[in-house]
């Protein structure tokens, strides 16, 4: 069974084409969540495995893949096989040490943690925007070799160096993801301009139920988790992250519907 988060589209590319290869069943952790549910309740089969395909955020997993963990009972787990799939633009830091901690929480062992480098989509921050479409073309590219290297490993039960840690994983992941999660979690600074066409794809690709309309326009509370996929999925780039974004581009993935 394979649950993914996916914001700009990247892990849910990564998590149906794990999907296909494995036979494994794809699940989105969002409509769960959507359901307002405390607890998910899946069967398990003694042969399968159990794959979480989700974003880095600031180097630590995206906030939404834990609260579901927190809320997730396996009925019928006896050790089956359990990986982490993290889809990132650069590096993933200790992401895999952060969710190894969250799994045993639930009684759930971590085999092993992969990762995936995809076109780069934070642009909330001064010095963060997507990459140039030279660099997003070459990893889209390689990005098929990268999935059918981790197919390889999970059939063949090896223990392969397939997770970019980066530099300073420390750092990144044990002071800035905890200030990440502790103070840019339900605060944010998005708005939208007069383009905006009252489509509502803002509304309903929101994980959290953070935005709803109001006359048309989009509101947002304070439950963002700055999953980004409101500002890069508006269809006429209607959406703005205070100044910030003015001038940055947006991205989601090519096999995306808008």
């Known amino acids: 069974m394979i649950f993914y988060f996916s914001g700009t589209g990247n892990s849910r590319w990564v998590a149906n084409a794990l999907g296909i290869a494995l036979g494994e069943p794809v699940v989105s952790i969002a409509e769960e969540l959507k359901t307002g549910k405390k607890e998910f309740v ?7 495995k159990v794959l979480f395909v989700y974003p880095v ?4 997993p995206a906030v939404p893949v834990t609260r579901f963990i ?3 009972k396996l009925t019928g787990y006896d050790k089956q096989p359990v990986y982490s799939i993290s889809t990132c633009g650069d590096e993933c830091g200790y992401t ?13 062992i971590l085999t092993d943690s992969y990762s995936v480098i995809m076109p ?11 990459d140039s479409k030279e660099v997003e073309q070459e990893k889209l590219k390689d990005a098929p070799s990268a999935v059918d290297a981790i197919v390889a490993a999970i ?10 840690k980066g530099s300073l994983p420390g750092l990144k992941s044990y002071w800035i993801y ?22 509502g794809l ?3 690709v929101c994980p959290t139920g953070t935005i709803t309309l109001t006359g048309g326009r989009p509101v947002w509370s304070d439950t963002c988790v700055q999953c980004v996929a409101c500002i890069h999925r508006c269809p006429v780039r209607a959406i703005e992250y205070g100044k910030i974004t003015l001038k940055k581009g947006r991205y989601h993935h090519p096999d995306t519907k808008q």
Request: glycine letters at 8%.
């Open 120 to 130: 780069n989509n934070y642009i909330l921050l001064p010095g963060f925007d997507v």
């Open 70 to 72: 927190s809320g997730l």
């Open 57 to 60: 955020h600031s180097w630590g």
């Open 178 to 199: 905890p200030l990440f999660t502790n103070f840019a979690i339900g605060k944010n600074s998005f708005r939208v301009t007069d383009d905006c066409i009252s489509c």
């Open 42 to 48: 899946c069967p398990l089969r003694e042969d399968e």
């Open 155 to 164: 059939r063949d039960g090896k223990n392969v160096n397939l997770y970019k």
């Open 202 to 204: 803002c509304e309903r």
């Open 96 to 108: 895999d040490d952060i969710m190894r901690k969250v799994l045993k929480k639930k009684g759930l």
